[in-house]
């Protein structure tokens, strides 16, 4: 595929985004409160750098909605555990259970599989995009600022192996329709509500087991 037809496809996906985002987003009604999930948007976020806009949850399958399961077995207590043909991030608890998240994960061609650690976390990151990313769409700028329409979101779990960055992250997202879906250029995808929720529960460090 050319440089001018992928361009072309990144502006209409944007273009899809600004049509659909109303859509997904609820201004502020209160939802029935299921594991992930903050009861008052307004107060729990209220120390936030940016808005985080809570998405109407019917929108998606009850099995990507945030919920209290029985844990995947054979891992310890507090490791992240993503299954990406299901598209569900587990995160193991004690008791034989798991917060369990939907997930996007990696487009053909781009999955990654294996053990990791997440090695750096941080809120409202800024996007480097990578050099393949630059020769595939030209106008991407090298730095996307923070805010609610960086492709990370809210919050940036870094995956490192062997002290080595691996260039794959957790993080929220900007395009919470592609939850469910195989879109990214490997990184795991959450909803920025699920994200915030998963990262005041880890630390760095935390073992994750991407299968």
């Known amino acids: 595929m050319s440089s001018g037809s992928t361009a072309r496809r990144f502006w209409r996906t944007r273009f899809f985004v600004t049509v659909w985002m109303t859509a997904l987003w609820l201004p502020a009604p209160d939802q029935a409160v299921v594991a992930g999930e903050r009861q008052d948007s307004a107060q729990a976020y209220a120390t936030e750098a940016y808005a985080i ?4 949850r019917s929108k998606f399958q009850l099995r990507y909605r945030p919920a209290i399961v029985p844990a995947p077995v054979g891992y310890r207590a507090g490791t992240i555990v993503i299954d990406t043909v ?30 990791a650690s997440v090695g750096r976390m941080a809120k409202w990151p800024a996007w480097y995009p990578t050099d393949e990313m630059h020769s595939q769409v030209s106008q991407l ?8 329409a960086n492709p990370l979101g809210a919050r940036a779990l870094y995956l ?26 490997g990184c795991i995808r959450m ?7 998963v990262y005041d529960r880890v630390s760095v460090g935390t073992v994750v087991v991407v299968r």
């Open 141 to 148: 700028r090298r730095r996307i600022e923070p805010g609610p």
């Open 86 to 115: 299901a598209k569900q991030l587990f995160l193991i608890e004690k008791g034989g259970q798991a917060r369990r998240y939907g997930i996007a994960v990696g487009a053909a061609g781009h999955a990654w599989s294996g053990v």
């Open 160 to 185: 490192f192996k062997n002290g080595t960055d691996t260039l794959y992250r957790i993080h929220g997202t900007s395009e919470p329709w592609t939850i469910g879906k195989e879109v990214s250029s």
């Open 191 to 197: 909803l920025n509500e699920d994200v915030v929720d």
């Open 53 to 56: 806009r809570r998405v109407d």
